[in-house]
């Protein structure tokens, strides 16, 4: 006799029940502020935020969805919106959520939820082509009123961000859907009330987010094209079209990681500083074009940032100060090899006659080295005198180019240490609105390279220790008053590791990084 399987009995799915009940995969009874199967277990009870569940609905399947067409049918019957007894603390419990899930799922299932920015809402975006070019001169209006601001770097680079961009763009369908992926990412992060947990207002946030990301892929999908399609005689006002590109896609990059494929904060880094610079490597036969155009980085990092006189670093902390100081110091102490070829020197003949090059330098002898330490002290004097530039750091990227940037993946330690400086400064302008792309960006960077450093024999360095120490607590990741076990178990790591090298100390060599003599 066959025997039929027995199959599962069904029960209504929520996307509102705490979090631990989710991990263990059981129905939760969804009883605040506690649930009856946490409360049993001692398991400690938490609820998704709104933005949280509607994210999550966002990405629902069909049959989900129409398991939320029937939550809503439920939610606007006359038995659900009748008034609660407040003797029944289930009910009382059921009633604190109702208004909230009734939005969200009324929301998600109407025709526009699940259509991203190819059918978005009539509200913003919207399939027909009328309403989509509303929405891209919305994005223009958000990128000259604000969002370039985030990305200007220097006096002049206002100028050519307002006016040179957008007309180049014109021309150039991947400078104009990047500046769209910015401008749009830029509402997503900050709509008209950032502080608010209105699900229509998270709605809005995530399209904002889904256009981000069609506008950025087109962009990378038509610059690809370009590149193949690149003339070996291209016009100066190409490559600047190229090297504004690679800046935006760097923000970008830093911006909007892809949850799914979790990177770590130095190779994200890595990936935008490879970005940012990479528009040098078009060519070096056109390289001295890229000079002289006008939208040139390398021009406006030369000749249009004003000189600061001496008294502006007495602006800055005493702890700023002398971790500069030790900066400058181990530059002139620390050999690092030359990983490009134009940064080595002139073959020397040894006493045998014998032509040699050596390939390990000071790295105060590096001219990307040296403009880099350079270049840092002088974007912390900017940020001691409120400079309205607020991404001036980003010139640190430049003046550094392709030599600090292969050293920076390559996991040296000197450039691994430079790059600290680079976090605390993006740390520092996270504080001002224009800056909205910032977030933890910082913290992240100083926490993950000081995890490196800590167990290299670099940190034995005299100032090392002092160094990082002053980096974490610039980013917040340590306070004087308030140590997570963490933060301690790391400092008391950091403690054991440091030991000053007097001269006659030899540093044993890792990641090919030695000590002058």
Not at 105 to 121: E, F, K, R
Request: glycine residues 4%.
């Amino acid at each position: 006799m066959e025997i039929k399987a027995r199959k599962r009995g069904a029960h209504k799915k929520s996307r509102w029940g705490c979090t631990s009940c989710k991990r263990r995969r059981v129905k939760c009874d969804e009883q605040k502020p506690v649930c009856t199967s946490c409360r049993i277990l001692k398991l400690h009870c938490v609820y998704p935020s709104t933005q949280t569940v509607v994210a999550e609905a966002y990405n629902a399947t069909s049959r989900e969805r129409c398991i939320l067409q029937h939550a809503v049918a439920s939610a606007n019957s006359p038995s659900q919106t009748a008034p609660i007894s407040s003797s029944s603390p289930s009910s009382s419990a059921s009633a604190s959520k109702n208004l909230a899930a009734r939005q969200a799922l009324i929301w998600m299932t109407s025709p526009c939820a699940s259509s991203g920015i190819s059918n978005p809402s009539p509200l913003t975006f919207s399939s027909t082509a009328t309403s989509n070019r509303l929405l891209e001169l919305e994005l223009l209006h958000r990128w000259s009123t604000r969002t370039w601001q985030a990305v200007c770097t220097s006096p002049g680079c206002d100028i050519v961000l307002l006016n040179g961009v957008p007309r180049i763009s014109m021309k150039n369908s991947y400078l104009l859907n990047s500046i769209f992926a910015l401008s749009a990412i830029d509402l997503a992060k900050h709509g008209s009330d950032p502080s608010s947990t209105s699900t229509i207002l998270t709605k809005d946030r995530y399209r904002y987010k889904s256009a981000a990301l069609e506008y950025g892929n087109r962009a990378s999908v038509a610059f690809r094209e370009a590149l193949l399609n690149t003339d070996p005689n291209i016009h100066p006002k190409q490559l600047s079209s190229f090297l504004f590109f690679a800046s935006f896609a760097a923000v970008l990059n830093l911006t909007f990681p892809n949850p799914r494929y979790q990177t770590s904060a130095l190779e994200t880094l890595g990936t935008s500083m490879a970005l940012y610079v990479g528009s040098y490597c078009i060519g070096r036969t056109n390289f001295d074009w890229l000079n002289r155009a006008s939208c040139s980085l390398i021009r406006v990092v030369k000749h249009l940032l004003p000189p600061f006189p001496p008294e502006v670093m007495h602006k800055l902390d005493i702890d700023t100060q002398l971790s500069i100081a030790r900066l400058r110091s181990l530059s002139e102490r620390v050999r690092v090899p030359v990983r490009l070829p134009e940064e080595l020197p002139v073959e020397v003949t040894d006493s045998h006659g014998n032509s040699q090059v050596n390939n390990m330098l000071l790295a105060c002898e590096i001219p990307a080295y040296k403009l880099t330490v350079d270049q840092i002290k002088y974007t912390f004097m900017s940020d001691a005198t409120n400079t309205p530039f607020k991404a001036i750091s980003f010139t640190i990227l430049a003046v550094g180019g392709r030599e600090l940037t292969a050293a920076f993946k390559e996991r040296e330690p000197l450039a691994l240490f430079i790059m600290m400086y680079w976090a605390v400064l993006i740390h520092r302008s996270g504080k001002y609105s224009v800056m909205w792309w910032v977030g933890d960006i910082g913290k992240n960077v100083v926490d993950e390279i000081s995890e490196v450093l800590v167990t290299s024999p670099f940190v034995r360095l005299d100032g090392v220790g002092e160094t990082i120490k002053w980096a974490r607590r610039e980013v917040e990741l340590d306070s004087d008053s308030d140590l997570s076990p963490s933060s301690l178990s790391f400092l008391l790591l950091l403690k054991l590791r440091c030991g000053g090298l007097n001269g006659g100390d030899v540093l044993p060599i890792q990641h090919r990084s030695i000590v002058k003599e």
